[in-house]
C-alpha cells in the first residue's frame, strides 16, 4: 500500500509540475494600411478613434492571448506614410491629437499600390518571423480600409492587387478588406480578398465607426483563434438602412417591419447597438 500511495504522489508531482510551466507564448503580425484621402471628411471623428482604438485593443489583444505582437500602421492617400513599422504594441503610443493628425483628410487615393507595397512586407516579416520561431504558433493580418477608388497606381490594377492578396492568403495570412459606400464583398473579390472578411460601411459617422470597430474585433478574433469573418450584426449595423439589400436585411425587420436603430450619440461614443425587442408569442 505504501508503494502504491507513493507512486500516486510522484505521478501528481510531475503532472503538477507540467501543467505549472508557463504555456509558450503565440505571436502576430498585424498590419493596417489606413485611407486618408479627402472624402473621408464625411466620416467625421470616426477614422481618427478608429485608429487610436486599434492601437488599444492590440495592447489588449497581448494581454489577453499571451502574444507578441507587433504592429505596422500605414496611412495613404496620393503619399504613403508608415506611422509604426513591425514595432512592438508595447512601444506603441499614440494621443488623440497625433491620430486627428495621422488621418486627416487630404489628396487622392493612391489604393493598389499602397496595399501591394504593404501585403509584400508583411509576407517578408511573416516568413521571418515563423522562419526564427518554428515552435510558435505565428498568426498574421492585413487590413485594408478605404472609402474610394484607386487614382494613383497606374500602371498597376486590381489584378495586380489580387495576386498580391491571393499570394498573401496561400501563405496562412488573414486579409480584411473594409469599403465605404460600395459593394465592399464585390470589390473586394476583384482585389482578392474572401467574402467573408470584407466589410461594407456607410460613411456616417455613426455607421462608419461601428464598422471601424468591427473590424478591430476581427482582428482581435483572429489572435485568439477564433473564425474571423464579420457577423451579420456586424454588417447590418456598419450600414445605412437605405444601402441593405433585402437579402441582408435582418430577420427582425422583414417580420415587423422596423430596423434596430443607433442611438443618437456623440461620435466618440457611438459603438453601441440597440436590437428591438423579442417577439411577443401568443400562446393559445
Not at 16 to 41: E, K, L
Not at 173 to 189: E, K, P, R, S
Amino acid at each position: 500500500m505504501t508503494s502504491i500511495t507513493s507512486n500516486l504522489s510522484c505521478l501528481n508531482a510531475v503532472k503538477r509540475r507540467a501543467t505549472n510551466r508557463p504555456p509558450v507564448p503565440s505571436m502576430a503580425i498585424v498590419s493596417a494600411s489606413f485611407d486618408r484621402s479627402g472624402s473621408i471628411a464625411t466620416m467625421g471623428q470616426a477614422p481618427k478613434n478608429a485608429l487610436c482604438s486599434f492601437v488599444t485593443d492590440r495592447k489588449a489583444d497581448a494581454t489577453n492571448n499571451n502574444s507578441k505582437i507587433t504592429v505596422t500602421i500605414t496611412t495613404f492617400d496620393d503619399r504613403v506614410e508608415r506611422i509604426f513599422d513591425n514595432e512592438p504594441i508595447e512601444n506603441v503610443h499614440m494621443t488623440e491629437q497625433e491620430a486627428r493628425n495621422f488621418v486627416r483628410p487630404r489628396g487622392t487615393t493612391r489604393l493598389i499600390a499602397t496595399a501591394i507595397e504593404e501585403v509584400a512586407r508583411l509576407r517578408k516579416a511573416f516568413t521571418k518571423l515563423k522562419a526564427d520561431n518554428p515552435d510558435t504558433t505565428v498568426t498574421a493580418l492585413y487590413l485594408l480600409f478605404t472609402d474610394g477608388f484607386d487614382n494613383e497606381s497606374r500602371p498597376l490594377t486590381a489584378r495586380d492587387l489580387n495576386d498580391a492578396i491571393r499570394a498573401a492568403k496561400s501563405e496562412g495570412i488573414t486579409c480584411i478588406f473594409a469599403g465605404v459606400d460600395q459593394d465592399a464583398i464585390t470589390n473586394g473579390a476583384q482585389y482578392g480578398f474572401t467574402p467573408d472578411t470584407c466589410l461594407t460601411m456607410s460613411s456616417a459617422p455613426q455607421t462608419a465607426a461601428i464598422g471601424l470597430r468591427s473590424c478591430s474585433q476581427a482582428i482581435s478574433r483572429a489572435v485568439s483563434g477564433a473564425p474571423v469573418g464579420f457577423t451579420q450584426l456586424e454588417r447590418s449595423s456598419s450600414q445605412n438602412v437605405d444601402n441593405l439589400t433585402p437579402p441582408t436585411l435582418p430577420a427582425l425587420q422583414q417580420r415587423f417591419h422596423t430596423m434596430p436603430t443607433i442611438p443618437s450619440t456623440t461620435e466618440d461614443d457611438i459603438f453601441f447597438f440597440i436590437m428591438p425587442p423579442p417577439p411577443r408569442i401568443t400562446r393559445s
